[in-house]
Nanobody
């Protein structure tokens, strides 16, 4: 079964940047959609960004262009560049891979903690 491994989280000051990586155990073209989600304590998991097989991107409106999702298909890796970080960005960030809806395929990484200090 495909595995997704996130890395790159850590502690940064407000205004700083981080780049998260998600390495898949097989080609990311095996999925319809790759994405990043985040979940803060006591809150629902929310969409951060998605990247389709065709290269189309979607972002949460609240991020206002601070985050960028990208990929390196040769490395089976999806990235999330996070700039101008705010304390409210503090959360566990999860990589996600979805196949065609009819397949029911929905894979998650273990998550990586991002903490933004004031």
């Amino acid at each position: 079964q495909v595995q997704l491994v996130e890395s790159g989280g850590g502690l940064v000051q407000a205004g700083g940047s981080l780049r998260l990586s998600c390495v898949a155990s097989r080609t990311i073209f095996g999925f319809n959609l790759m994405g990043w989600y985040r979940q803060a304590p006591g809150k629902q998991r929310e969409l951060v960004a998605t990247l389709s097989r065709a290269g189309n991107t979607n972002y949460a409106d609240s991020l206002k262009g601070r985050f960028t999702i990208s990929r390196d298909t040769e490395k089976n890796t999806v990235y999330l560049q996070m700039n101008s970080l705010k304390p409210e960005d503090t959360a566990v960030y999860y990589c996600n891979a979805k196949g065609r809806p009819a397949t029911g395929s929905d894979r998650w990484g273990q998550g990586t903690q991002v903490t933004v200090s004031s």
